[in-house]
């Protein structure tokens, strides 16, 4: 990568073929490693922050710092987070998108249920990545620390540190030190010293590898020489007894040294040396009872980087449980910086890691700290004022859970997550490169240092918890490798160099994802890159041979893999995949040579390569991305296509090629065979600057058709159309099919099409051939396309004598071709002088076209010998006065020829131009195909403003003259016209009405609404005689419409439109108007006798064929006579009621009296039913005595012929009984439902209760024990009893009719029922169970109890009656009788007392109607309206 820092590469220098080479490199040279030098951070300086996001969040500095004492004194408050960062100073702008979306980083399976805490999946990191890390099991360390076990007891590894040597500390108190060829150095020392020190816990190398320090779980810390191997000091009183050591660490200062204890303290250890005496002081920097802390971190800074200003304060970095402090230890004591957590995982583990990175050109060290899956990174700098700065940078969001975090360069970090799985991650893209799984290692954890196991276990359980996934002690890192020590062995990772990372794809035969990697390197987009050093150029040309190289090999592997040979399908596949890889990257590096030379030959081999590597080309060829192909693979590329039958590609392939160097005549000949004009014409134009032979070769083809007037063929179309364009194209510069002729050949070009069309002859002319062959060709193709290019092409002409003189010079051929000739259409001799119009309409124009010209034009096209093309020659002719013609014409000869020829689109544009708007209407009424137009055009001119008074009323009358014509054309647009514009009009314009149809259809349009006319008739002021005149029309044509019209409309005179329906004898328009205007009587013997004329009419007619149709027309009549009294009986008294259905019924049976019971009536069963349905619409109006009444007064039944009405008096009977017994039936259920209920309640209520308990639920004091008299003790039937004040004090009474009720404390707040509130007289409690509600009887009282309060029986169901009443309804099966009937109770009378209020919801949301399982098998009684 371009802006790599180069140490980097220095971490990372070599790579090795074993992990033991690496690492003896790596121990080998710890002097090359100080190489690590100011030449590599002021690359480091150079590198440019591109991806991170420059807009930092400050810190706010504090005047005074806090103490270390002060901060020791804060209570840790873990519910407040303190955030550091200030929202508003976040410009979204700046960030990189990656930064929230993706910082949620790929990999997904950890298996654990941190899993939930993901976001984001990314594609499979190694495929973009390939693998970055090497992991290798350090053998020789492995074995010692085994043999160790097995030889001299030395217990499991517990700890290890890496400088140039590796320590690694055991759980029986040793310490194996092995030098950089993993050969065992020094064994430091005893078991019997480790049974009474314990395991180590915690080891520590200075800066130069002179001293070691170790911790151990019982608390010891002992330094030893590592050049000797003598042990220097053993220090038993630094911190206090009874805690093991977790952290020890070296500062940079050799005689200063950090440890951390299990009681979460921290002590600064001073080695000092007076008069050869060594000597340990100690010190606490943080006490465990203030917040324990549970990881340390001193900032180490290179040798070369000693000079820093940063490295004179000696900062150390600390984790609690709760927060992060960073503290300076020199020159003085001094927090710099406390940072909160937040809210996290409790058993999540603290991390710190510090790394020197370059930031805005600065080198500086940025602390990174981790609690659960997001890591904060803080840079820290010295300002101008000697005080440190701390800025937050961009934090990482993970899907994980941390255990450890470790930088593996400034750019680079380590993960490990609570499933042991590696995720390497580049910090600024925070993009994750490569997870590795290293369940393998088996990793040693430091649990039971962190329980204090050894001394009793006496820590507290939040540091017991984090403790659980601890592993600080066994993960360390030295000069760009991280060391991992299991339980049997260690292992190292390192970056792989970039040669490498290309090298393990191949190894794998990942030749593609090799390419792919190798490019990202190339072009610097790469991460985690080693080894690649210099400037840009060199890093790409290194980049590039090895790419090369790589495509040399994916060639061969693909023509050695190549599969069966007898399957061509299956081996075309495989070269599709492979083949366009090698002609992509041969491209992208540039590199056309290496592609037509060395991998054409070698893909050539094989026939199928070379065919898929032909194909390849075509999309790079058409892009235009590749030019300078060499002959041979052009040639061999036509051939190709040629041979596969894909001459469009050819075509296409061959506009976008120099084929300069082909061999042009066969080519014209292939694009001539196979019909690839556009190609033909690139390869004359390109290969030869031959711009009319293309031209002749595409005359030949089509003129001869079009001159003997055949038609042609779809072929010979395409290729007219391509000479059009191809011949535009050429006029104005342009090559054919794309791009643009060079600057200089231009004049020339187009002075050779011109005097190629002008031509008097072809050249191969035979001596009948008529002048101008090639316009008269190209005119009679498309003459209005042809001339359009024409047109075109004088727009460019310069004002130039030779562009005058061609103009001209065309014109008169243009005109004595088709003027001279009657073979062409009016249409494409109009096309000619609209043409010739808009030339003469320019302003600067310079033709000349004699006037005459166009008169001969005009007599062509107006003559009326020749009907045919009627509308075309009009078109035309419009067309040629609309673009300027018209200057040409004498306007009363053109008006008079166009009237003529009945040219009236004419006639309206001379019309328009005089302003005389009264005539076009008469052009809009003669012209068929546009007559419906006219009603728009009326409406226009007298609406829009812009026409004078005078216009529009000429106009307006024109139409008036006109309004019979205009109502026979349209009725329904005629009437709105005359509503929008003749209102004040309209009698008027029926009087000009003669014919009486036309007068129905327009009065009809513009008085019944339902025909689309919505005017509003009071506005139109339309008299009533207007309205009426409509009606009587409507009377005589639509007679059967009559009364729904009269529904809708308005203004009409009752008494006159009355005499209207009586004069036509519409007998229920009458009816309907009668009732109308209040006179029901009326209206009721209207339809009475009607009804009667029919029944006579039945009575009387034998056996005819219309026997049905006059039964429906009594049924129709009998049932319109039932509504009309049926609407009417409400609003009259019972003998006007009488008056209207007695008449009725007895119309009814009148003819029943007259057939005799020997010879009954044909229709008798008909109208039994009949009187049937008026006995029944009249019961629920009348009476049942009087109807029987007034039918055995009828003097026919008082004789004793009762047997004609049996059945309708039985009906009446039956009906009577039926409802009786519903009656009797309901109120015994009713009253046995009533009679047990009241019963269960009586037994309920009087039930004595038995306490559960001898004390008050709320005070918990026993009931006899409180002093206070006036106190009562309150039962409930839940068996929870209460004094009476303390349930008054917990508010648990509520108020029903003016009177206090209880209700138990426990139960309503256990079950979360809200407080019973009064509503109206109805008492509605949420839900409540059997044992919530429910007030004691009084209980005997003993001697000395307080009295027991009574209850007094009220009218009113209480809380206790509500409850007892809800378990009757419970101990139904289904709905019971007694729910059914409150509910029936409940919305009969909403307004009345409710006494069975039970706990039902509305019956709208919990009806027992609602049920599907619900069936009541009633028949329903005779529906009236109300």
Request: glycine share 4%.
């Amino acid at each position: 990568m371009e802006n790599e820092p180069d140490y980097e590469n220095a971490e990372q220098s070599l790579c090795a073929k074993t992990a033991e080479e690496e690492l003896n490199k790596s121990f080998n040279l710890e002097a090359s490693l100080s190489k690590f030098s100011y030449i590599d951070l002021d690359k480091e300086l150079e590198f440019k922050n591109d991806l991170i996001d420059d807009k930092e969040f400050d810190i706010p500095q504090v005047d005074t710092p806090p103490t270390l004492e002060s901060i020791l004194n804060e209570t840790d408050d873990e519910e407040e987070s303190f955030v550091l960062e200030d929202p508003t100073l976040l410009n979204i702008d700046t960030i990189d998108s990656h930064s929230y979306d993706t910082s949620s980083v790929a990999s997904s399976d950890s298996g654990d249920r941190t899993n939930l805490k993901r976001k984001k999946k990314l594609p499979d990191s190694f495929s973009l990545h390939g693998s970055v890390m090497r992991h290798s099991l350090l053998k020789g360390v492995s074995a010692q620390i085994v043999s160790a076990a097995d030889k001299v007891d030395a217990g499991l590894p517990t700890a290890i540190a890496v400088s140039s040597l590796i320590a690694v500390g055991t759980s029986h108190g040793l310490a194996l030190i092995f030098d950089q060829n993993q050969a065992l150095r020094l064994c430091l020392g005893s078991t019997s010293v480790g049974a009474q020190y314990g395991a180590i816990s915690a080891l520590s190398i200075n800066n130069d590898c002179s001293r070691l320090l170790c911790g151990f779980a019982k608390g010891q810390i002992t330094m030893w020489d590592l050049a000797s191997g003598k042990l220097l000091r053993s220090i038993t009183d630094a911190h206090p007894p009874g805690t093991a050591i977790l952290h020890i660490k070296f500062t940079d200062d050799p005689t200063l040294a950090i440890c951390n204890d299990s009681g979460g303290s921290v002590f600064e250890l001073t080695f000092k040396r007076v008069m050869g005496v060594r000597t340990c002081e100690s010190r606490c920097l943080f006490s465990g009872s203030k917040g324990e802390v549970c990881c340390i971190e001193p900032l180490h800074s290179k040798p070369e980087l000693k000079d820093h200003p940063i490295t004179q304060f000696s900062l150390l970095a600390m984790a609690s449980l709760t927060k992060i402090l960073v503290i300076g230890l020199k020159p003085s004591l001094k927090v710099w910086m406390t940072f909160p957590y937040g809210r996290m995982d409790p058993s999540s583990v603290p991390l710190l890691a510090w790394h020197f990175v370059a930031v805005h050109n600065y080198v500086n060290p940025m602390l990174a700290f981790c609690r659960g899956d997001v890591v904060h990174f803080l840079l820290v700098k010295r300002d101008e004022s000697g005080a440190i700065h701390v800025t937050k940078q961009k934090h990482l969001h993970l899907y994980y859970d941390l255990i450890n975090f470790t930088w593996i360069n400034s750019r680079t970090v380590v993960l490990l997550d609570s499933v042991e799985k590696l995720h390497v991650i580049d910090r600024q893209t925070q993009e994750e490169l490569e997870t590795v799984e290293i369940s393998e290692v088996q990793l040693v954890y430091n649990s039971s240092h962190f329980k204090s196991l050894a001394t009793g276990g006496n820590v507290s359980q939040a540091l017991a918890l984090v403790g659980e996934k601890a592993c600080y002690q066994s993960i360390s890192s030295y000069a760009g490798q991280i060391f991992y020590l299991g339980t049997k062995s260690v292992y190292v990772m390192m970056l792989r160099s970039w040669r490498e990372r290309v090298d393990h794809l191949l190894k794998q035969d990942c030749l593609t994802e090799a390419l792919a990697l190798a490019w990202s390197f190339h072009e610097g987009k790469a991460k985690a890159v080693v080894g690649l050093s210099g400037d840009a150029s060199k890093r790409k040309a290194v980049v590039a041979d090895r790419m090369v190289e790589i495509l040399f090999h994916y060639a061969d592997r693909a023509l050695k893999k190549c599969p069966d040979q007898g399957k061509i399908q299956v081996m075309e596949q495989h070269f599709q995949d492979t083949v366009p890889v090698i002609v992509d990257y041969c491209l992208l590096l540039q590199r056309k040579d290496l592609l037509f030379s060395q991998m054409y030959d070698k893909l050539s081999e094989n026939s199928v390569a070379k065919g898929v590597f032909l194909e390849c080309l075509e999309p790079y060829i058409l892009s235009d991305k590749l030019v300078g192909i060499t002959p041979q693979v052009m040639k061999d590329l036509i051939v190709h296509f040629q041979d596969k039958k894909l001459m469009e590609n050819v075509e296409a392939l061959i506009v976008h090629m120099d084929i300069t160097s082909l061999d042009i005549q066969q080519i014209v000949l292939m694009c001539w065979e196979n019909r690839l004009y556009d190609a033909m014409i690139y390869v004359y134009n390109r290969g030869m600057n031959e711009f009319i032979s293309p031209m002749e070769k595409l005359f030949r083809v089509i003129a001869p058709p079009l001159n003997a007037g055949k038609a042609l063929s779809d072929e010979q179309v395409v290729m007219g159309n391509k000479l059009l364009v191809y011949i535009s194209c050429c006029l104005a510069g342009r090559a054919y099919p794309l791009g643009d002729i060079p600057e200089d050949l231009v004049p020339l070009v187009k002075n050779q099409v011109f005097e190629f069309l002008i031509r008097l002859h072809s050249a191969e002319a035979s001596p009948e051939e008529e002048v101008y062959p090639y316009v008269r060709t190209l005119l009679h193709f498309d003459t209005r396309e042809f001339l359009n290019v024409l047109a075109l092409t004088f727009e460019d002409f310069k004002n130039d004598k030779q562009a005058v003189e061609y103009q001209q010079r065309i014109v008169d051929i243009l005109l004595k071709v088709m003027v001279e000739n009657s073979d062409f259409t009016p249409s494409q001799v109009g096309c000619l002088f609209t043409f010739l119009a808009r030339q003469l309409a320019k302003p600067d124009n310079t033709l000349f076209v004699n006037r005459t010209l166009f008169d001969q034009v005009l007599e062509f096209l107006c003559s009326p010998d020749d009907d045919s093309r009627h509308s075309e020659r009009q078109q035309v002719l419009l067309e040629l006065l609309q673009a300027g013609g018209i200057v040409q014409f004498e306007e009363s000869r053109l008006i008079r020829m166009a009237e003529k020829a009945e040219f009236y689109q004419i006639c309206e544009f001379m019309y328009e131009r005089e302003h005389q708007y009264d005539k076009i209407i008469d052009c809009y009424l003669r012209d068929p195909l546009r007559e419906e137009e006219v009603f728009n055009y009326i409406h226009n001119i007298l609406s829009i403003p812009g026409h004078s008074a005078e216009e529009k009323q000429s106009v307006w009358k024109k139409a008036m003259d006109h309004i019979e014509e205009l109502v026979a054309l349209k009725p329904c647009k005629a009437a709105d016209l005359v509503a929008t514009h003749f209102s004040a009009q309209i009698e008027t314009v029926i009087q000009k009405l003669q014919n009486q149809v036309l007068l129905f259809k327009f009065l009809r349009s513009l008085l019944d609404p339902r025909e689309g006319i919505h005017a509003n008739q009071e506005s139109l002021q339309i008299s009533p005689s207007v309205t009426e005149q409509f009606i009587e029309l409507l009377c005589q044509f639509k007679p059967h419409q009559v009364i729904e019209t009269l529904q809708v409309l308005e203004c009409y005179r009752l008494e006159e439109t009355i005499q209207i329906t009586q004069k036509y004898q519409l007998h229920e328009v009458t009816a309907y108007l009668l009732e109308k205007k209040g006179d029901i009587h009326g209206a009721f013997l209207i339809m009475l006798e009607r009804l009667q004329s029919k029944l006579q009419e039945i009575t009387h007619q034998g056996e005819s064929t219309e026997e049905d149709s006059s039964l429906k027309d009594v049924e129709g009549t009998i049932v319109e006579t039932i509504a009309l009294c049926q609407r009417n009986s409400h609003n009259l008294n019972q003998q006007q009621r009488e008056a209207l259905w007695f008449p009725l019924l007895e119309a009814m049976m009148a003819p029943q009296k007259l057939s005799s019971s020997a010879t009954p009536h044909l229709h008798s069963e008909a109208l039994k039913s009949l009187t049937m349905q008026v006995l029944n619409s009249m019961a629920a109006f009348i009476a049942l005595p009087s109807i029987l009444q007034r039918i055995l007064q009828d003097p026919v039944y008082g004789k004793g012929k009762l047997g004609e009405i049996q059945g309708l008096i039985l009906g009446m009977l039956d009906t009577f009984n039926y409802e009786q017994t519903l009656l009797e039936t309901t109120t015994s259920l009713l009253n046995q439902d009533l009679h047990w209920s009241l019963c269960n309640l009586r037994a309920s209520v009087t039930r004595g209760l038995n306490p559960k308990q001898d004390y008050c639920s709320v005070c918990l004091q026993q009931y006899k024990r409180r002093q206070e008299m006036a106190d009562e003790i309150i039962v409930f039937s839940c068996g929870h009893l209460y004094h009476s004040f303390c349930l008054q004090n917990k508010e648990c009474t509520i108020e029903i009719e003016g009177q206090m009720r209880w209700t138990c404390y426990k139960c309503s707040s256990s079950n979360k029922v809200g407080k019973l509130s009064e509503n109206s007289s109805e008492v509605k409690p949420g839900r409540i169970t059997p044992s919530q509600v429910k007030v004691s009887p009084s209980y005997h009282q003993s001697k000395g109890d307080p009295p027991v309060k009574k209850v007094t029986s009220e009218p009113v169901l209480d809380p206790q009656q509500i409850q007892s009443f809800d378990q009757l309804c419970r101990l139904y099966r289904g709905s019971s009788r007694l729910a059914l009937l409150t509910e029936l109770a409940q919305n009969r009378g909403s307004d009345s007392c409710r006494p069975f209020s039970g706990s039902q919801s509305s019956p709208a949301f919990n009806s027992v109607f609602q049920k599907e399982n619900f069936q009541l098998r009633l028949i329903p009684p005779p529906v009236t309206e109300d």
